[in-house]
């Protein structure tokens, strides 16, 4: 509970303009936001340009620069977090398709055959992250709250509880919304 504290303390700090605040925050939130990218990485090709670290680092710039949030904690500084990630692998498999499409380059793995994924299969893992987002993107249309739900337990990695907190409902309500935003985004990706 306390670390929890001294997020939403930090968080406070950093939108009152307190210039060190977000340097301070980042070091205690480092750890977690490294297993929220591993877990969004789990989905992702073998080999990705992307590692851990990268992915945080790279999320610590744009979040920094996030200056219109108005933070409030913890839970909410992880469902922003993890939607800038999911961004980040969405911007960059969409890059990826628009490089296949051009067909300028031709991707080398450099290691053993063993380890290299099959181009075909590092594709088709960037077309499924697409369509994905696509699919999320046309319910946030249908059901705004639906999608916040699956970017905040299936991107973000957060609880029901702590979904519930960022969304301003009950535990039992964000239980709901995941059964059906699931049974919506597996009829519409298998359409």
Avoid: N
């Avoid at 977690?32 to 789990?42: G, Y």
């Avoid at 609880?159 to 059906?180: H, I, M, P, S």
């Amino acid at each position: 509970m306390d670390v929890q504290h001294e997020v939403t303390g930090l968080l406070l700090a950093w939108r009152s303009g307190e210039h060190d605040a977000a340097d301070r925050l980042f070091s205690a939130v480092y750890d977690e936001l490294r297993r929220v990218a591993r877990r969004k990485l789990q989905h992702e090709r073998t080999g990705h340009t992307l590692d851990t670290t990268a992915l945080v680092h790279e999320a610590y710039i744009r979040l920094v620069d996030q200056t219109r949030t108005d933070w409030a904690d913890r839970a909410q500084f992880f469902a922003i977090a993890s939607r800038v990630m999911r961004r980040i692998l969405i911007d960059h498999a969409r890059a990826r398709l628009a490089a296949k499409r051009g067909g300028a380059r031709v991707a080398v793995t450099l290691g053993s055959a063993d380890d290299a994924v099959p181009l075909g299969i590092a594709e088709e893992r960037a077309d499924t992250l697409v369509a994905v987002d696509d699919a999320l993107t046309r319910l946030a249309e249908r059901e705004a709250r639906l999608a916040r739900v699956v970017e905040c337990r299936f991107f973000g990695g957060l609880t029901d509880a702590e979904t519930g907190e960022v969304l301003g409902v009950t535990e039992r309500t964000v239980q709901r919304d995941w059964v059906k935003a699931k049974d919506w985004l597996y009829r519409e990706l298998r359409a």
